[in-house]
């Protein structure tokens, strides 16, 4: 959201993602610009290995840190968007509150070029306190929020802000300090994206009936103040992030470099990353409400996030280990069939009748939506970015004016498109239109 994860595809050649090919790659640049080393990182390359250093995974354990609070809880968004809209906010329509979480996902990640150059110049020891103290400070104002306005000026733009410095922050950080060993790392870093995802709507089941939505956000931001704290502490002891003006010119702005859209097969991909964003965060930010529109308990909703969430990260694992034996592409093309039968035959004709196979659809759509990740480059982010702003919005109009199932429909066939687009680029890469046998 799933940014992570969404930040960095550093090529695209025969095969996407973290393995190496024989092939000439597809460059593309990342949203989050990298950090360069400095002449003290530089020298001390040579005495010893940065990627052992016990310093560096700390920062590692920084960035999870700073991932949940973040990516977690935009993953989240659908506790945030049912609770407001049969409560605070119920004289609004779902498309309406649907525009807060737009904004909010949109901002989140339109700023990250200009994030990306701040951390380049400072590191994260300047921008991870700031990053938290935004955080934090955003769900203690929620909690005395009462009109669509204020949740929209506080939540839409400035809970951004510090979303999107903590995400940069995290996933920047990462990339600068691994190179050989940086699937392994940001990995690790992207498993606070699925703590954040299930913990977040467990709390807050548990904390809205009984103590109400002042308290709930207040214990939300105690959490995240301490998570965020720690993490800070975490980027401390590693002093090699930030360049300098002997190493490096002064950086004069953000880089906005949108070159590799001129490959086809990148503009393939990067379509296909666009649409299937849109029904990730269609299906989050929604679920819950879905969920209470069949009949089901809000908690119920919260529950079903909880398991998308857990079920995300072993899809994230397990298909990445499949996709380093059979290629990312080919990886991705099977998941994409898998889906379209998973939506066709339980997400359309059950979502609002059987509380039973919802779960399983959101534990098997967690699965799966987990490897969507793999293919993200950070370049699709400005594209991405107005895909979010429109995708919880668009579907709670649907959601409202056609059903659930005509929504699901809208999903499936968007997946569909995505799944072609995906099958196009693979196709310009290999040149055949169909071999399955090349490791793609």
Known sequence: MTLNEKQQLESLPVSVGPE??????????????????????????????????????????????????????????????????????????????GWISGLYLFLSLI?????????????????????????????????????????????????????????????????????????????IAVMGTSIGSVIFPIMLRSTLPSLGWAWSLRIVALVVGCVTSLGVLCYLPFPRLIATQSSEPKSKGAKFDLSAFRSPAF????????????????????????????????????????????????????????????????????????IIILMATIFIPFSTTSAPLLYTFSALWGFCSGSFYALSPGSTNFAVAFALLLSIPVSGIMLEKMGAQALACLFLAIIFLAGLCFFAARALLVGKLVDFRTKM
């Open 20 to 97: 190496e090919s024989q092939t000439p790659d597809i460059q593309t640049t990342s949203s989050i610009p990298h950090v360069v080393e400095d002449t003290e990182s530089a020298s001390s390359s040579t005495r010893g290995d940065i990627e052992t250093d016990t310093g560096a995974w700390l920062c590692v354990l920084g960035s999870v840190l700073f991932l949940i609070p973040s990516f977690g809880f935009m993953a989240s968004l659908g506790t945030i968007q049912s609770h407001l809209s049969l409560n605070q906010l119920r004289d609004h329509s779902v498309g309406e509150v």
């Open 111 to 187: 700023m990250n070029f200009q994030i990306g150059t701040i951390l380049d110049r400072y590191g994260p020891r300047v921008l991870s306190p700031i990053g938290g103290v935004f955080t934090t400070a955003t769900f203690l104002l929620m909690a005395e929020c009462k009109t669509y306005w204020q949740f929209m000026l506080c939540f839409g733009v400035f809970g951004s802000i510090g979303t999107g410095i903590d995400a940069v922050t995290a996933i920047g950080t990462v990339g600068k300090l691994f190179v050989r060993r940086r699937g392994m790392a940001v990995g």
């Open 267 to 338: 503009s393939f991909v990067a379509a296909g990353v666009v649409m299937v964003e849109f029904v990730v965060f269609g299906i989050g930010g929604l679920l819950p409400t879905i969920s209470t529109g069949a009949g089901f308990s809000a908690e119920n909703g919260y529950t079903l996030l909880s398991v998308l969430g857990a079920c995300s990260c072993l899809g994230r694992f397990t298909i990445g280990i499949v996709g380093d034996r059979m290629g990312a592409l080919n990886t991705m093309l099977g998941t994409m069939v898998l």
